[in-house]
C-alpha cells in the first residue's frame, strides 16, 4: 500500500512539473518560455502561479526609448556576458509602464533566463544591464492579439475589471508580456500583466456550484 501511495504521489508531482515546463501553443518562437500554472479563469482575464525566476533587465532611458534597451538584453543574450556566451532565446519580452505625470511610460524591460543559468546567471558586460532575482508570483493576466496599441485603454479596461471583480493587486504599474518578434506579422500574442497581492477571486468563484 505505501508503495503504491509512493507511486501515485511521484506521477502527480511529475504531473505539475510537465504542466510547468511545457510551453504554452503561443510561445512557438523561444527555445524557453516563462512556465506558469494557470490557477483559474475569469471571463475578462486569468490567474497564473509562476515559480521563481531569474531575468535580465534594462532600464529605459527617456533619452533613448524602449527599443534601445531591448537591443541591450538582446547583446546580452548574444555574448556579451561574462564568460561570452550564446543564450537560447527565452519568452515572453516583459515591458514595466507606470504613469508619470499623466504619462504612460515604459521603465523597465525584461528578458528571462532559461532554467539552467538560475543559479548562476551570466554576468552583464553592458553597465545598463542588470540581474533580478524574481520570487514565486501570481499574475492577473489579460491576452490579446495584433500589435501592442492603444496601451493605456486596454490597461484601464483590465484595472476597472480586477476592482470590479474585488481582486487585491498591485495598481500602480502594470506589465506588457510579447511572445513575438517583430517580423512576425500574424497570430501574434501580447498580454497585460497585474500582480495580484492576495488570492484570486476567481478562485472561489470556479468553485461554486453551478
Known amino acids: 500500500m505505501l508503495l503504491v501511495l509512493v507511486v501515485i504521489l511521484h506521477l502527480l508531482s511529475q504531473s505539475v512539473l510537465a504542466q510547468r515546463t511545457r510551453k504554452p501553443y503561443f510561445c512557438s518562437e523561444a527555445e524557453e518560455c516563462y512556465s506558469f500554472l494557470t490557477i483559474c479563469r475569469d471571463p475578462e482575464y486569468e490567474a497564473r502561479a509562476y515559480e521563481p525566476s531569474v531575468?535580465?533587465?534594462?532600464?529605459?532611458?527617456?533619452t533613448e526609448g524602449r527599443y534601445r534597451a531591448v537591443s541591450r538584453l538582446r547583446d546580452y543574450f548574444n555574448k556579451k556576458n561574462r564568460p561570452g556566451i550564446q543564450i537560447e532565446r527565452t519568452a515572453p519580452l516583459i515591458t514595466t509602464y507606470m504613469d508619470i505625470n499623466g504619462e504612460l511610460k515604459a521603465t523597465n524591460v525584461y528578458l528571462v533566463l532559461p532554467r539552467r543559468f538560475f543559479t548562476n546567471p551570466p554576468y552583464p558586460r553592458d553597465i545598463m544591464l542588470f540581474l533580478r532575482r524574481m520570487p514565486p508570483m501570481t499574475i492577473f493576466v489579460k491576452s490579446f492579439g495584433g500589435w501592442i496599441t492603444s496601451l493605456r485603454q486596454k490597461s484601464q479596461d483590465m484595472f476597472e475589471d480586477l476592482l470590479r471583480k474585488r481582486d487585491?493587486?498591485?495598481?500602480?504599474?502594470?506589465?506588457?508580456a510579447e511572445y513575438n518578434g517583430p517580423l512576425t506579422l500574424f497570430n501574434r500574442h501580447n498580454e497585460i500583466w497585474y500582480l495580484s497581492l492576495g488570492p484570486p477571486r476567481c478562485q472561489a468563484r470556479n468553485r461554486q456550484p453551478r
Open 168 to 176: 487585491v493587486f498591485l495598481q500602480d504599474r502594470f506589465y506588457t
Open 55 to 62: 531575468w535580465v533587465g534594462s532600464r529605459v532611458l527617456p
